[in-house]
């Protein structure tokens, strides 16, 4: 999801052809885009985040604005919200997991290694920076994956996603980034292929 800014920019094309030999049933994709385009209960429902109420609905009178430490009880929340919207049965595995990453974003967040932003009201989205054998279409020992852009259901469908997506986007050009990477969810996936993102090989393993 994203910004202000347009997806245009840098003159490249998506590569149709990898969208049309991709396979949607072997799992959520690792899918990348060339940036040259443009104090709570952690567990508490996530309808106990309050709104101002008197705010606009309208997709141009959201507000976009860089997160802070003082909001990682929020992300985490909005993460957990993703999580079981995936996979509504597994929450002993979204416990574990929100139990391991509050300390791991607490540190990359102070070390502005995890970058957030957050819309109010309505959702959130992040890219965290992270070391990487240089590539041959990516020679950069860094990148930029994108990670938990989330928009509340009562908020979808006004375009908030693509706005944080954007900012994000708007961010890592901005950084010097020349490409930018996520794994889609079934959801996300037209969204970021109208934005330009195409898929890419990726594989794994459980030990």
Not at 29 to 42: K, N, V, W
Not at 100 to 126: D, F, N, V
Request: aromatic share 10%; with cysteine; hydrophobic share 35%.
């Amino acid at each position: 999801m994203r910004g202000q800014n347009g997806a245009g920019g840098g003159g490249s094309t998506p590569r149709r052809e990898a969208l049309r030999t991709w396979n949607p049933r072997r799992g959520s994709p690792h899918y990348r885009l060339r940036a040259g385009f443009i104090g709570c209960d952690l567990f508490a429902p996530l309808g106990g985040i309050r709104h101002n109420k008197t705010m606009k609905t309208a997709a141009d009178a959201f507000t976009i604005r860089r997160a802070t430490l003082a909001d990682l009880p929020l992300l985490l929340r909005y993460r957990r919200a993703m999580a079981e919207e995936i996979d509504p049965a597994g929450e002993p595995a979204a416990r574990r997991m929100l139990a391991a990453l509050e300390p791991y974003l607490r540190a990359a967040i102070a070390e502005e290694k995890w970058q957030s932003w957050i819309a109010e009201p309505g959702g959130c989205g992040s890219v965290e920076i992270v070391q990487w054998v240089p590539g041959r279409t990516d020679p950069a020992p860094r990148r930029a994956w994108i990670h938990n852009v989330y928009v509340e259901p009562s908020f979808r469908r006004r375009g908030l996603g693509r706005q944080l997506t954007q900012t994000i986007l708007e961010w890592c050009r901005r950084q010097g980034f020349e490409w930018v990477y996520l794994h889609a969810s079934r959801q996300g996936r037209p969204l970021y292929e109208s934005i330009g993102f195409e898929p890419s090989s990726e594989m794994r393993l459980k030990l």
